[in-house]
């Protein structure tokens, strides 16, 4: 029977699209397509192939040649592909252009994070900041988006805003917008007030990139059980848990992942989720050293942490995946006393440049865990020195 029959929901077939310009090297673009493909997994989807053309700028009409969109109709013709996702952002024209040649459903990287955020959305306040910056997001695209945001066929793209009534008046998105602004601030001022009655505590906030291991480290820390998922964007609502580490307590908070890329319009909605990196007095930022790329990661973030203002705090960096990154640093024939080296010099370097502000874990096999408690313990027992040294009996 009808009733009694699964509903599976199928993953969409996707195409990713990457410019190579002045302002982004053919290295960069492969990095950034290889996010792009992460993304689309995490959203549900299937990236079947990648295309990338080298353009001294965007086409303004098309974002990329007429001949690269033919290349791509071509190959999407006949076939079970739904899903065009381009790496920048595109306006509203751009995508009704492009639409029109490739009869599948256009979004972009902003989009695409959009929609991640919306099915991750579980409070009151990250739904409303979702929506708000879903609303910033179709605002300038409201002259070239009609057809695209007719689309009611769900899927990716299509939660949120466009998916309940299509309201394309320029005036009634203004209004949205003033009217969520107004309730993301009253929602706002109660968290203000939770944040009041915390007390005296030193606070610590967990920062870094999307997926490496922020929730695991705050459930090894906090003893708690914070959602944990090997997904972009698994924690979306910021979580704080009370830790005491031999009587003295502090709290710790778990934030959003940030991300390359990251639209301005959802960092203005998520401001107030970030109040927890700003107001804390010290920042646990976790890297994952495992990543290729994890240099780059550490400035996208550290460049994030400027725009809030935040970047001059206390900082630990906590590099977590030891065992990845030695998986695939070391062969099995290495000597061990090679290994010691490398893994010496790795740590010097970073030593050096964080003042010793440092720490190397592998989460996953709680490999230097008590090393991290302690330096966040000397860290915590600093400041409520420094801070209130007339109450030292409570927390030393």
């Known amino acids: 029977m009808l009733d009694k029959q699964k509903v599976v929901q199928q993953e969409e077939k996707a195409v990713i699209v990457g410019l190579i310009h002045q302002e982004q090297t053919e290295r960069q673009v492969q990095e950034y397509l290889d996010e792009l493909a992460f993304l689309a ?12 053309q080298k353009l001294a700028h965007p ?8 001949g690269k969109l033919e290349e791509i109709r071509q190959f999407i013709f006949g076939k079970d592909i739904s899903l065009v996702i381009f790496d920048d952002e595109l306006t509203g024209s751009q995508i009704s252009n492009i639409e029109k040649v490739l009869k599948a459903k256009v979004i972009d990287r902003s989009d695409l994070i959009l929609d991640i955020f919306a099915r991750r959305a ?10 708000l910056a879903q609303y910033q997001y179709i605002l300038p695209r409201l002259r070239g988006m009609w057809t695209h945001l007719e689309r009611l066929g769900g899927g990716i793209g299509t939660r949120g805003p466009g998916e309940t009534e299509i309201e394309t008046d320029r005036r009634i998105v203004k209004d949205k917008i003033s009217l969520l602004r107004k309730r993301l ?7 203000l007030t939770q944040r009041k009655e915390r007390g005296e505590y030193i606070r610590v906030a967990l920062v870094g990139y999307t997926n490496v291991g922020k929730s695991t480290i ?9 959602f944990a998922e090997n997904k972009l964007f698994a924690t979306l609502d910021t979580t704080t848990r009370k830790v005491v580490f031999e009587q003295t307590p502090f709290l710790l908070s778990d934030t959003v992942g940030f991300i390359r890329k990251l639209p301005h319009h959802l960092v203005e909605s998520f401001k107030s989720t970030l109040d927890e990196v700003r107001e804390s007095d010290i920042l646990l930022h976790v890297v994952d050293i495992s990543h290729p790329q994890y240099e780059d990661q550490v400035e996208v973030v ?14 630990i960096m906590i590099f977590n995946k030891m065992d990845l990154y030695e998986e695939q640093t070391f062969d099995k024939w290495l000597a061990p006393e090679v290994k010691q080296d490398i893994l010496r ?24 865990i008590e090393e991290l408690r302690k330096t966040i313990m000397d860290k915590v027992m600093t400041l409520y020195r420094e801070r209130y040294p007339y109450k030292s009996e409570y927390f030393y």
Do not use: H
């Open 41 to 52: 997994e995490t959203a549900g989807a299937i990236t079947v192939k990648r295309y990338t």
């Open 59 to 66: 086409d303004r009409a098309t974002f990329i040649g007429k």
């Open 122 to 131: 579980r409070t009151a306040q990250a739904k409303v900041q979702v929506e």
């Open 185 to 191: 601030g009253e929602i706002d001022k109660q968290a």
């Open 218 to 226: 705050m459930n090894l820390i906090s003893k708690s059980e914070v």
């Open 302 to 315: 550290n460049r994030t942490l400027q725009e809030l203002k935040a970047l001059d705090k206390p900082t």
């Open 345 to 368: 010099q790795l740590k010097e370097t970073w030593e050096q440049k964080t003042n010793g502000n440092c720490v190397f874990i592998s989460a996953l096999e709680r490999r230097n």
